[in-house]
């Protein structure tokens, strides 16, 4: 297997178009058609990362957080960027950064962290908007089935709690034949009228080629007509963070303790503790200080996240308690998740997860 290969994998299972606007997830460093000696899976990219990955004898990084955030304009090893990258490239290592993405995907860091606090009845607390097309298509009624079979086998076609989802409906196509002596209806100079039937399907973006190549593969005419029409609706199963309730209701006290034993830390930054029982819990992974109002007016109790700044604590206004346990804290759980999916995907290839905590704050 070769580096392009794992790459295709990984963004099958998280798309790159996931990802926020500032991001930078992909490949950053590493030629495509690299053969793979092993994986290393790590939170952050760094030079004692790099070399447990030779120590370990992995040719290849995938980490959560992207080493390169913003451009590079020289490469002299002059911070701790720089020196990491060319140390990649000396020793032709791979890295591949899945960020936001994976914290954006329904099973993804967010996720993780609520099955940690066991809640239930979880969903994304900020949808995406801007990642659903609409097929629109004309198909004869007899093979109407087999299309829209074929469109369903693609595996996007979700709406809410309901599968296989399509509208449709049947009107008349007029057209003249072709000249071609292998076309399926219609004679040269001959106005044909075909029942044909409407298919209507919505379907996440990322997979409009494989949307595409079916269609044209299932359906009989060898020119198809067809739409392709960007929708704004929020995707309900794409978003930051995420919302859910405690199966049993406990004190700011008690849930604040049981925070910091599912998260290994010592220290929770909080705010004000309100004499009120938390049921349900609004959590992000990482700097999450931008989902606390989408919290608060989802009736969440408790906001879990990292980051905050002084001023930002003010923002709960006595209505929420702001539970901040650390940007590596709230995000360790990640390696397990990114091993899991490699290791399942691909159980004969070497994939080690890192042992190095590379969380840069220190506690006294």
Known sequence: ??????????????????????DNCGLIVGNPNQELSGVLVSLDSLEIVIDEAIHKHCNMIVSHHP???KGLKSLTGK?????????????????YAIHTNLDNLNQGVCRRMSEQLGLINSRV???????????????????????????????EDSIANYSECNFSFTGHSTFNGSQEPNTLIGKSSHRE????????????????????????????YEEVAYQIISINNDHKYVGAGRIGELPNPQSAFD??????????????????????????????????????????????????????????????????????????????????LIGDFLRKKFPRFAVHLSEINTNPINYL
């Open 255 to 336: 849930f604040l303790t049981c925070l910091k034993k599912n998260f290994k830390t010592d220290c929770v930054r909080h705010s004000l503790i309100l004499d009120k029982q938390i049921k349900t819990v609004a959590l992000c992974g990482g700097a999450g200080s931008f989902l606390l109002s989408n919290a608060m007016h989802q009736g969440a109790d408790v906001f879990v996240s990292a980051d905050f700044k002084y001023h930002e604590f003010f923002d709960a206004e006595n209505k929420i308690i702001i539970a901040d346990i650390g940007h590596y804290e709230s995000e360790q759980y990640t390696i397990d």
């Open 1 to 22: 297997m070769n580096v392009q290969e794992l790459c295709s994998a990984i963004e099958e299972w998280v798309p790159l178009s996931y990802q926020e606007s500032y």
């Open 125 to 155: 607390l900020s949808p995406k908007n801007g990642l659903l097309k609409k097929l629109v298509t004309y198909v004869p009624k007899e093979s109407a089935e087999t299309l829209r079979s074929s469109l369903f086998d693609i595996g």
């Open 67 to 69: 080493i390169i955030f």
């Open 193 to 220: 009228k075909v029942n044909e039937e409407c298919i209507e399907l919505v379907f996440s973006s990322h997979l409009e080629h494989d949307i595409i190549a079916a269609l044209k593969q299932n359906h009989p």
């Open 79 to 95: 911070n701790y960027v720089e020196r990491t990258v060319l140390k990649a490239i000396k020793n032709d290592i791979a890295i």
